[in-house]
C-alpha cells in the first residue's frame, strides 16, 4: 500500500518569501499526487494534481509542485507567499487502480507580517 | 452551483450512542466520499459510494457505515460510539468518483464530539 509522508509538520514564513512544501510517497509505480489545502474551519481544496504528461504542474493560486521519479517526491512551492496562504497543506496519493486514497500529515503554514 | 454541504455541523453525542451525518454532493455528482480527520490520525478515507453502491472503503470497523440514496445524498452512520470517533467528518464529491480525472469538492464538515 502507498504511504505519503510530510517531513514538515510546522513551517513559518514571512510574506514575500518563498514557499516550498515537501512530499515525500512510497508506492511501486508512479501514482496519481494532489496537494489540498485546509483553511482554519473550512473543508479541503485542491491546489493541484498530478498523474502524467508534464513534471511541473500548476495550480490555483499561484501554486506549482514538481514531480521527481528518482526522489519520490512531489514538492510545493509558491515564489511569493502571501498572508492568505497561511492554512494547513496537505499531500495525498492515490493508486493507479483508483482505490487507495492516502493523505500525507499534513504541514501547516504559518505566514509573518 | 451550490457547494457541497454537510449536516449537521456539530454534533455532541455520548459513549455507546450512533450517529447519522448527512452530506449533499454538488448536483449532477454522483460520488461522495468520507473521511475522517483527527489530530492524531489525520486524514482518513472511510469509503466512496457512486451510484448508490460502496465503491471502496478504507480501514475502520464495522460500526462505520454509509450509503447513498437515488439523488446522489449520502449519509454516514456510526454506532456505539467511542470517545476516539471524535472527529470532524468530511464528505467529499466528484461527478464520476475517479480522483485522477475528477477534482474532489470537500463541504466543510461536521464536528462531532464522543464524551
Known amino acids: 500500500a502507498q504511504s505519503v509522508t510530510q517531513p514538515d509538520i510546522h513551517i513559518t514564513v514571512s510574506e514575500g518569501a518563498s514557499l516550498e512544501l515537501r512530499c515525500n510517497y512510497s508506492?511501486?509505480?508512479?501514482?496519481?499526487l494532489f496537494w489540498y489545502v485546509q483553511s482554519p474551519g473550512q473543508g479541503l481544496q485542491l491546489l493541484l494534481k498530478?498523474?502524467?504528461?508534464?513534471?511541473l504542474v500548476q495550480g490555483i493560486k499561484g501554486f506549482e509542485a514538481e514531480f521527481k521519479r528518482s526522489q519520490s517526491s512531489f514538492n510545493l512551492r509558491k515564489p511569493s507567499v502571501h498572508w492568505s496562504d497561511a492554512a494547513e497543506y496537505f499531500c495525498?496519493?492515490?493508486?493507479?487502480?483508483?482505490?487507495?486514497?492516502?493523505f500525507g500529515p499534513g504541514t501547516r503554514l504559518s505566514v509573518l507580517p | 452551483k451550490a457547494g457541497v454541504t454537510q449536516t449537521p455541523r456539530y454534533l455532541i453525542k455520548t459513549r455507546g450512542q450512533q450517529v447519522t451525518l448527512s452530506c449533499s454532493p454538488i448536483?449532477?455528482?454522483?460520488?461522495v466520499s468520507w473521511y475522517q480527520q483527527t489530530p492524531g490520525q489525520g486524514l482518513q478515507f472511510l469509503f466512496e459510494?457512486?451510484?448508490?453502491?460502496?465503491?471502496n472503503k478504507g480501514n475502520f470497523p464495522g460500526r462505520f457505515s454509509g450509503r447513498q440514496f437515488s439523488n446522489s445524498r449520502s449519509e454516514m452512520n456510526v454506532s456505539t460510539l467511542e470517545l476516539g470517533d471524535s472527529a470532524l467528518y468530511l464528505c467529499?464529491?466528484?461527478?464520476?468518483?475517479?480522483?485522477?480525472?475528477?477534482?474532489?469538492?470537500f463541504g466543510p464538515g461536521t464536528r462531532l464530539t464522543v464524551l
Open positions: 448536483s449532477g455528482h454522483r460520488s
Open positions: 495525498a496519493v492515490e493508486d493507479n487502480y483508483g482505490q487507495n486514497f492516502v
Open positions: 498530478y498523474f502524467s504528461g508534464d513534471t
Open positions: 459510494y457512486f451510484s448508490e453502491t460502496q465503491r
Open positions: 467529499a464529491s466528484t461527478p464520476s468518483g475517479g480522483h485522477s480525472t475528477d477534482t474532489q469538492y
Open positions: 508506492y511501486g509505480a508512479t501514482p496519481y
